[in-house]
């Protein structure tokens, strides 16, 4: 008999996450656009309103997951939660560049807390012989902020102005705090323990054990990054600007439907299997989408990327979540998300410079020899850690 995965602190944990990503796809698109347009801000300015937001975001989710079992994961939840609502209402005063830099860094304070202890608590609520297929619907509340959030942005943007898109923030936001009021850990998981100090060793802010597998899964930050950054123009300069804003929706209509069954199967064959599927499928999205001249490839290039990205995304951190000791959990969470966000930094800028010497069919056709050497990566990985050891999960009876 399965053991039961859609348990009231799961649904809640995932609705709370679905509306934070939202809040934050919304502001993510949008910011820019109002930083130019309303603030009169310099476009060699305007990336500092990301780089902020991750830079803090990145600082902070070390220290988070070091003092997860200190102060509890459900009370370091809801104190992110707070903090994304208080930036979410503070928003209506930004009316300048250096006031919204100051609240994207306290913003992104609660951004790294709350998607470290998200990771952590779902992990723990997720019963071992289904994790691979729990952690897959769990992070496609995420893909489905990303293909919505952005949507509703710049939809409200155009419509009703900046306003409305604060308004939506906030009450997305009301409604993750919310969300997250509904969970509750059993009292032997949530251990607060005064001999737990602050420790700014390294070897304190980092969990060894998932760095590697961390690193792998930042090469494909770097790679999305030119997807996530540029893809909407690259629509444009082939003359499918009336589809662009489709490809996001079928990346995540895609992904709803396969993930019952990418989730299942990590959780019968392991983890090995999956990322090389993931992988190559995510290759074959690539190809398609350099090859796009009609929207029936762009979009099918969309559908590719969509399981291939967004199963591997999910399966790397299962993997990082499997590996660690039960106790760092937290610490190899925050490890997997400020290493994978800084080759996301790292990637939004490179990719940039490479865009302007090369072009979209070579940036995207190009990337797909940096897929192939990921391959090569994994396979070093899994080799030097033992496929058990790096996640082969028993097989559901």
């Given at each position: 008999m399965?053991?039961?995965?859609w348990t009231k602190n799961f649904i809640s944990i995932s609705v709370s996450n679905l509306f934070l990503f939202l809040s934050f796809y919304l502001l993510l698109t949008t910011l820019p656009i109002y930083a130019l347009q309303d603030l009169h801000t310099k476009e060699s300015s305007v990336g500092l309103i990301v780089s902020v937001f991750l830079f803090a975001a990145i600082i902070i989710r070390p220290i988070a997951g070091q003092q997860m079992e200190?102060?509890?994961?459900r009370f370091l939840f809801l104190v992110s939660l707070s903090i994304f609502l208080v930036s979410s209402i503070l928003y209506f005063l930004t009316d300048s560049l250096t006031s919204i830099l100051l609240l994207r860094f306290f913003h992104g304070l609660g951004f790294g807390i709350a998607t470290t202890a998200a990771g952590t608590i779902v992990a723990e609520t997720l019963p071992d012989s289904r994790r691979g297929e729990g952690m897959g619907y769990f992070a496609m509340s995420m893909n489905l902020a990303m293909a919505?959030?952005?949507?509703?942005?710049?939809?409200?943007?155009?419509?009703?102005?900046?306003?409305?898109?604060?308004?939506?923030?906030?009450?997305?936001s009301i409604i993750s705090f919310i969300a997250g009021l509904l969970?509750?850990?059993p009292a032997t998981k949530v251990i607060k323990s005064k001999e737990v100090k602050f420790n700014f060793k390294l070897n304190a802010l980092i969990e060894r054990s998932a760095v590697k597998v961390s690193l792998f899964a930042a090469l494909f930050g770097i790679i999305y990054s030119s997807i996530i950054s540029f893809v909407s123009v690259y629509a444009k300069s082939i003359g499918l600007t009336s589809v662009g804003s489709y490809f996001f929706i079928v990346y995540a209509i895609v992904l709803l439907i396969s993930r019952p069954f990418t989730g299942k199967w990590f959780d019968l064959y392991g983890a090995k299997y999956i990322v090389y599927a993931s992988i190559i499928l995510f290759g074959a999205g690539m190809v398609l989408l350099s090859l796009s001249s009609s929207p029936v490839i762009f979009l099918i290039s969309a559908a590719f990327i969509g399981v291939g990205y967004g199963t591997l995304f999910s399966s790397l951190q299962t993997i990082v979540i499997q590996d660690a000791p039960s106790e760092k959990r937290g610490l190899a969470t925050a490890t997997y998300f400020s290493i994978y966000d800084l080759g996301m930094s790292i990637g939004s800028f490179v990719v940039g410079i490479i865009l302007s010497k090369v072009g979209f069919h070579a940036l995207y056709g190009g990337s797909v020899f940096l897929i192939v050497l990921g391959i090569g990566i994994f396979y070093l990985i899994t080799k030097q850690q033992g496929t058990n050891e790096v996640t082969e999960i028993k097989k559901i009876s």
């Open positions: 399965k053991e039961k995965l200190r102060f509890g994961k919505f959030g952005p949507f509703l942005g710049l939809t409200a943007l155009n419509e009703f102005g900046i306003h409305s898109v604060f308004m939506m923030a906030f009450c997305f969970i509750h850990l």
